[in-house]
């Protein structure tokens, strides 16, 4: 049974690897380093091998049609929506694992993101400009690059993540980097355990 004090922690990961995957691994040890913190915790996993869908025309005249008024095709293609969000309003915590491709995130963090960003869900329009709708939670954004240096110019990767997810309302992410592996992945390893503390506010 469920420990109803325990606090719950959404992990998505985002890398094509398994075992190998880096920014995965120190996932995994930033909800160790959690567990050290808060004791019990539930783990919502959302592994983005699982090849979510991508947007569709029938998703998008769904998310702007009344729920009362959707065709059933448009509530089908919305499901994984909902149950996504379902995800992220659940959580207590949010963990993200990505690895960094092509200079910015994976596809697969992308479809997360567009199936996530919802108008009247995540965030709604206001004369001032959007305003995110979920309750700021702690949030570690867990990155991996090979030659590219995470926080350097041609990251399009750190920004992003922090705006989307500050778009929402998750206005707190901190950034755990495994950078430059290539160069020296024991290195790139070593200095984001370093940086776990910090993010996590141990
Ligand atoms: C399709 C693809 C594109 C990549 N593009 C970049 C890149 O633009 N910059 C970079 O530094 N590393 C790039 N890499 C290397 C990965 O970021 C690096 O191997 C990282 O450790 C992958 O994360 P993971 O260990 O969690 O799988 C790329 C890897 C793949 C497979």
Redesign the pocket.
Known sequence: MQDTNSSTVLFVSA???GD??????VGGEVLDALRAKHGEITVIERDLRSDLPFVSETWMTGAFTPEDQRSDAQNASLSTSLTLVDELKTADMVVI????????I?ASLKAWIDQVARAGLTFKYSESGPVGLLDDKPTIVVS??????LGGPIDFLTNYMSFILGFMGLKSAKHVQ?N???ADQDKALAGARAQIPEAIGA
């Open positions: 890398s094509a690897r190998g995957s880096l920014s995965r691994t694992a990505t690895p960094m491709y092509n200079f910015t994976p991996a690059s090979g030659g590219t240096e495994v430059l592996t290539m």
